[in-house]
C-alpha cells in the first residue's frame, strides 16, 4: 500500500534525463534538487558547492570538540560523544559530497576521522577509515603526503592525549607511502554514492518547463491569468515519506496474537524481577530488556511466527526504500543487516522520548498489539525537529517539543497487524503508555554495516 505523500512524490517528481555537453560536469552534489533548463547551472552548481564544503569540514570539527567537553564532563547535556560524532561523521561526508575532487577536502576529511577516531569506541576500525580518506588525498595530490605529516608532528597546546596517539599511528602508516606508494584501496564500502556518481553519465535535467518567446495565442487578459494560474505545478522539495500496510489477510490475526503473548509474558516476569532490585522506572526497565534480548529469547526466536517476522520485515525494509524513492544496490543488501527488538508497554507509564535511528538505512516499526486509538507513535515534523540534534538531554517528557510553527506531529495510532517504515533520521517518540491494554512493538533496521552514507540515500531525495 502506497502512502499519499508516495504518491505525490511519484506525480510531481519527475526528470528529463539528458546527456550532459562535454564542457559540464555531471556530478554536482544535490543534482536531483536543481530546477534548471541551461546546463550552464551545473558549472554554477560545482563552483557554489566548492565554496560551502570548508563549512562543514570546521562543522565536523565543532562537534568533536562537543564530543570532546561531553566525555571530560565539562558538557553535561550527554555523557556519551556517539551522538556528537556520528553528526560530526555527516558533516565530513557533506564535505566530501560538494567537492570530492578537491585533493585539500580529502586531506582535512581524513584528519577531522582521526579526531573522530580518537574519541569513538571502535577508534581501531575509525583510525582505518581516516587512512582511507588520506590515502585518496595523496592520490589526488602527492604533496598531502608531507603535508599529513607536518600535521602529525605538529604540537597544538592542550590536544588531547587520545587525539596525540591517533595522530602518532597514523603517521607511522603515512611515513611508509613516501617509499612504498599511496595504497589504492577502494571506498565502495565507505563511500558508495561516490562510485555510483562518477559511474553516471547522464544528469536530470530539471523539471523547469521551456521558457517561450511566442505571442500569447489568448488575448483576454481575464483568460491569460486564468491559463498562466491553472498551469503552476506542484513539486515537493523535501519529501519526507513513509509507507504503511496491515498484515492481517497476509499472515492471519494468530499471527500477532502469538508474538504479543510470547513478548508480555517474558516482559512481565522480566519487570517484575528488576522492580524487586529496586529499578522502578519503566523506561529504565524498557532499556534494559532491550540489552537483554541480545542474550537469547528462545520462547520467542524458536517459533514459526518469529521467523515469519523476521523474514517480513526485512523485505518490508527493502522495499520502503525502493518505494520511496532510492532502491537499494545488491551491494546494500549484502553490506546491510536487519536489526530487531521487541518493546513492551505495559500500564505502567512507559515512553520512549524523542530519537533517531543512527547509521540505518530504513526503519519500521510491527506492531503485534496495539489499544486502537491509544498511545501512537509520533514523528516530527523535521523543520521544527532537526535529525542532527542530542535528544538524549531532554530526559523529561516535557523537556523539549518541536519549534512552532512547525509543531504539529505525525500521529500514527497503530492497532495489531500494523507496520509502519520510514527513514531513519526521522525524528519520532512513543508517549507515555497508561493503559490496561499491552503495547508490544517489533522495531527494526536496515543497519548499514560499513557505508556512512546510510542516511544520506534517503535524505537526497529529489
Not at 34 to 62: G, H, M, T, V
Request: charged share 25%; proline share 6%; glycine share 6%.
Amino acid at each position: 500500500m502506497m502512502a499519499a505523500g508516495v504518491r505525490l512524490f511519484v506525480s510531481f517528481a519527475l526528470c528529463v534525463w539528458q546527456p550532459l555537453a562535454q564542457d559540464a560536469t555531471c556530478n554536482a552534489a544535490g543534482v536531483g534538487r536543481f530546477a534548471f533548463r541551461d546546463q550552464e547551472a551545473l558549472r554554477w552548481a560545482n563552483s557554489e558547492n566548492s565554496k560551502r564544503a570548508p563549512y562543514y569540514i570546521a562543522a565536523a570539527k565543532r562537534l568533536y570538540e562537543k564530543g570532546l567537553r561531553q566525555r571530560d564532563g565539562v558538557d553535561k547535556s550527554n555523557s556519551d560523544p556517539f551522538i556528537a560524532l556520528y553528526d560530526a561523521q555527516h558533516q565530513v561526508l557533506g564535505a566530501l559530497d560538494l567537492d570530492p575532487g578537491n585533493a585539500e577536502i580529502w586531506r582535512e576529511a581524513g584528519q577531522v576521522t582521526a579526531m573522530i577516531a580518537s574519541l569513538s569506541e571502535d577508534s581501531e576500525p575509525k583510525a582505518q577509515e581516516a587512512l582511507q580518506l588520506l590515502a585518496k588525498a595523496c592520490e589526488l595530490d602527492p604533496n598531502n603526503i608531507d603535508k599529513v605529516l607536518s600535521w602529525v608532528k605538529g604540537k597544538v597546546a592542550g590536544e588531547d592525549r587520545d587525539f596525540v596517539k591517533t595522530k602518532k599511528a597514523i603517521g607511522k602508516t603515512v611515513s611508509k607511502w613516501k617509499t612504498g606508494g599511496v595504497p589504492t584501496k577502494s571506498l565502495a564500502k565507505l563511500l558508495p554514492w561516490l562510485g555510483e556518481r562518477e559511474g553516471n553519465e547522464v544528469c536530470p535535467i530539471g523539471s523547469l518547463p521551456p521558457s517561450s518567446d511566442t505571442e500569447p495565442i489568448e488575448k483576454d487578459l481575464k483568460k491569460q491569468v486564468k491559463n498562466a494560474v491553472a498551469s503552476m505545478a506542484v513539486k515537493p522539495i523535501f519529501p519526507t515519506l513513509i509507507t504503511s500496510t496491515n498484515v492481517a489477510e497476509h499472515f492471519g490475526k494468530g499471527f500477532s496474537e502469538k508474538l504479543a503473548k510470547i513478548a508480555v509474558t517474558k516482559f512481565r516476569s522480566f519487570s517484575a524481577e528488576r522492580k524487586k532490585k529496586g529499578q522502578t522506572d519503566p523506561n529504565d526497565i524498557n532499556d534494559a530488556f532491550f540489552s537483554a534480548q541480545n542474550q537469547g529469547w528462545p520462547e520467542l526466536h524458536k517459533t514459526k511466527e518469529y521467523k515469519q517476522l523476521q523474514a517480513f520485515l526485512k523485505e518490508a525494509l527493502i522495499e520502503h526504500a525502493t518505494k520511496t524513492g532510492y532502491p537499494l544496490s545488491e551491494h546494500d543488501k549484502r553490506n546491510s543487516h536487519v536489526s530487531s527488538w521487541a518493546a513492551i508497554y505495559l500500564e505502567d507509564g512507559g515512553r520512549h522520548g524523542y530519537h533517531v535511528h543512527q547509521g540505518s538505512l530504513s526503519s519500521c516499526v510491527f506492531y503485534a498489539k496495539a489499544p486502537p486509538g491509544k498511545t501512537p507513535i509520533m514523528f516530527m515534523d523535521p523543520r521544527g525537529a532537526p535529525p542532527t540534534h542530542d535528544y538524549e538531554q531532554h530526559i523529561g517528557e516535557r523537556d523539549f517539543e518541536p519549534m512552532a510553527p512547525f509543531h504539529h506531529n505525525y500521529h500514527f495510532f497503530a492497532e495489531a497487524g500494523d507496520i509502519v517504515c520510514f527513514p531513519s533520521w526521522l525524528v519520532h517518540r512513543v508517549p507515555s503508555h497508561h493503559e490496561t491494554a499491552e503495547r508490544v512493538a517489533f522495531p527494526a533496521n536496515l543497519q548499514a554495516n560499513e557505508a556512512w552514507d546510510a542516511w544520506y540515500r534517503s535524505a537526497v531525495l529529489s
